[in-house]
């Protein structure tokens, strides 16, 4: 197993970002760094640990798909570059914490949000007979024998209803190696999801103070000293 070196630390790393997305996070980066001497080599660009945290503040990604870390967090990730004394970190440092930070889709709240799609009603469960419709006619449809287990299965409160939550959680109890089967978004825009919010960034657009302007006037003749 290579080592890992914290001045390269993309090397056999695969990026998760867009082309769109690392041409943006290049550009800020080169915007904003600045010129710094690492171990007596040739100057390389920087940032600082604050210049991190701020570009996480511009909240440029949803974060249904990427993980704002707190600043504890941070910093681990800092020290584990050995970064935490000059708290500087070049553009290649850059790239690989935020690459860390890129969440894949998580197929447990993929199937919740999937079975939730046919909950109009908003009731939190589907009946028994709502769900046989949906394993036998949607997606990888399942046979007869196949359909029965599953129902056996998924009625976990013994009512007839299936909370599909609960189901969801007991399938992945009994069966870990789920955890491991790769998962698609059910929605590619994340907006559409209505379980994740965007948080945008609030920008200050508070209007700028009108400059106050003293007129000095001359004395009047009047106020002349007589």
Avoid: C
Wanted: proline share 6%.
């Amino acid at each position: 197993m290579a080592m890992f070196n914290v001045l390269k630390p993309l090397q056999n790393v695969s990026l998760l970002f867009t082309k769109e997305q690392l041409s943006d996070i290049i550009a800020w980066f080169d915007s904003n760094s600045k010129p710094y001497i690492i171990e007596d080599e040739e100057p390389v660009n920087v940032i600082t640990v604050e210049k991190l945290i701020q570009f996480l503040d511009l909240k440029k990604y949803h974060r249904r798909s990427f993980h704002y870390p707190s600043y504890a967090e941070i910093m681990n990730m800092i020290e584990k570059l050995k970064a935490g004394t000059t708290r500087v970190i070049t553009k290649d440092q850059f790239i690989y914490v935020l690459n860390k930070w890129i969440l894949m889709p998580d197929i447990k709240h993929e199937l919740k949000l999937a079975f939730k799609v046919f909950d109009s009603e908003k009731r939190n469960f589907l009946e028994i007979d709502e769900m046989k419709v949906i394993v036998t006619r949607y997606a990888d449809v399942f046979n007869e024998n196949e359909t029965r287990e599953l129902l056996r299965d998924a009625n976990v409160r013994g009512d007839g209803n299936v909370f599909y939550e609960d189901f969801v959680e007991s399938l992945f109890s009994v069966a870990p190696e789920l955890y491991q089967t790769k998962a698609e978004y059910l929605y590619e825009n994340p907006d559409e999801d209505p379980t994740f919010f965007f948080e945008p960034v609030i920008e200050d657009k508070s209007p700028t103070p009108p400059t106050t302007q003293v007129e000095v006037k001359k004395p009047s003749k009047k106020a002349k000293k007589k």
